[in-house]
């Protein structure tokens, strides 16, 4: 069930083990700068060309084989360099043939609940136990030798690192998220747990060959991350999507405009020279019922809601009891008295047979009382 698809050509790279004295030749300010013969010259030339071209052009491949590198000299000060790295895609079938029973099986806790795997062999484990124990690489491995959780607890801050340095390697790249925030999560027993707690269909598949130490002594890495795919580019949008998308955006801007709410207890109609002459302390009387009227008014008396007068967190407050109301003009009539109770009026007299028909009774002429003018009382504004 193995299927293997090539990305690239197998990458070889060849470059002096760090801390090597080829290595240290070639360095700038970190390193000795005594020999300024021709062949040191050479060497910096073209070390720096490299660095411009790899800077310019970073991918995966190349952001892991330089953090490598850089982990096992700065945390572990190990000379390690990178000889191939080989990038291919792998479905979850062919993990049993990636993934060798021998070393170390570690898997990786990813973004968004993604898991990835990365298996140390036995060279580089012991490698990196050796430098943290005895202080040097002897080269020695031992492939029947059972891996253990203080050997996992060595290794782990020089996956963590390797992987830090690949996410900063990548952060500038577009399409490099994918590579981005593995670290280490446990260590596995054997290749089957392993598998079994992946779970992704396919797998971009990592494999590593490494030079150790002043012997260049040879050492291997393979890591899996979860394939990504490519967003597929999203169609451009039609001119009615177009229009669409204007008429929500002004719905949304509309939507959301503040507005003034005022809550108006009641209207009362007073003469002129009674509402100049108010003060502090005056009552007006209000009609009865009132506080369970309150109508929530927009500008131009646009009745938005009716509620209930009451109290929360000892300010008044309006309970809502009914929206969408029709308004009704509750204004006192033009003759109201101050407390804005109309007077009450006789009924019309019943017509008898006697009276003559409406057409023949004369009509008294009326003169136009002239209207006075009103003030109006509002309570609060929300």
């Known amino acids: 069930m193995s299927a293997a698809r090539p990305i690239q050509p197998n990458v070889s790279v060849t470059t002096p083990a760090l801390g090597s004295p080829a290595w240290r030749d070639v360095q700038g300010d970190d390193a000795d700068m005594t020999d300024d013969g021709p062949k040191s010259v050479m060497q910096r030339i073209a070390r ?3 660095e411009e071209y790899e800077a310019r052009a970073m991918s995966p491949v190349n952001a892991l084989r330089l953090s490598l590198a850089r982990a096992a000299d700065r945390l572990f000060d190990l000379a390690l360099s990178v000889s191939t790295v080989e990038q291919v895609e792998i479905t979850y079938g062919g993990l049993s043939q990636a993934l060798p029973g021998a070393g170390l099986l570690a898997l990786l806790d990813g973004p968004g609940g993604a898991a990835g795997a990365m298996h140390v062999d036995a060279g580089l484990l ?3 136990i050796e430098t943290q124990t005895v202080g040097r690489v002897s080269g020695r491995r031992d492939e029947a030798r059972i891996v253990t959780r203080t050997d996992a607890a060595i290794a782990a801050p020089f996956i963590d690192g ?6 900063a ?18 260590m596995m027993e054997d290749a089957r747990s392993l598998i079994l707690a992946l779970h992704a269909a396919e797998f971009t598949c990592f494999n590593v060959m490494l030079e150790i130490g002043e012997g260049a002594y ?4 393979t890591l899996l991350l979860p394939l990504a795919r490519p967003a597929p580019r999203a169609a451009a949008p039609t001119d009615g999507a177009r229009d669409a998308g204007r008429a929500r955006q002004l719905g949304d801007a509309v939507a959301a405009a503040p507005i003034a709410l ?11 020279d009674r509402a100049c002459g108010l003060s502090a302390g005056d009552v007006l009387p209000l009609p009865a019922g009132r506080l369970d009227d309150i109508r929530l008014e927009a500008s131009h008396r646009h009745l938005v809601a009716t509620g209930s007068l009451g109290q929360m967190s000892g300010a008044c407050a309006v309970r809502v009891t009914s929206l969408g109301l029709p308004e009704q003009d509750d204004a006192a009539p033009p003759d109201a008295p101050a407390g804005g109770l109309a007077p009450k009026q006789a009924a019309p007299p019943t017509p008898s047979a006697k009276d003559p028909p409406p057409a023949s009774r004369p009509v008294p002429k009326q003169e136009k009382e002239p209207e006075q003018p009103t003030a109006l009382a509002a309570f609060g504004e929300g």
């Open 169 to 186: 390697g990548m952060e500038a790249e577009e399409a490099g998220d994918w590579t981005s925030g593995y670290r280490f999560g446990a």
């Open 262 to 272: 005022r809550a108006v207890l009641a209207r009362i109609r007073l003469p002129l």
């Open 162 to 167: 390797a992987l830090e340095r690949v996410d």
């Open 126 to 128: 012991a490698a990196l």
């Open 218 to 221: 040879p050492g291997a890495l």
């Open 48 to 50: 720096n060309g490299r």
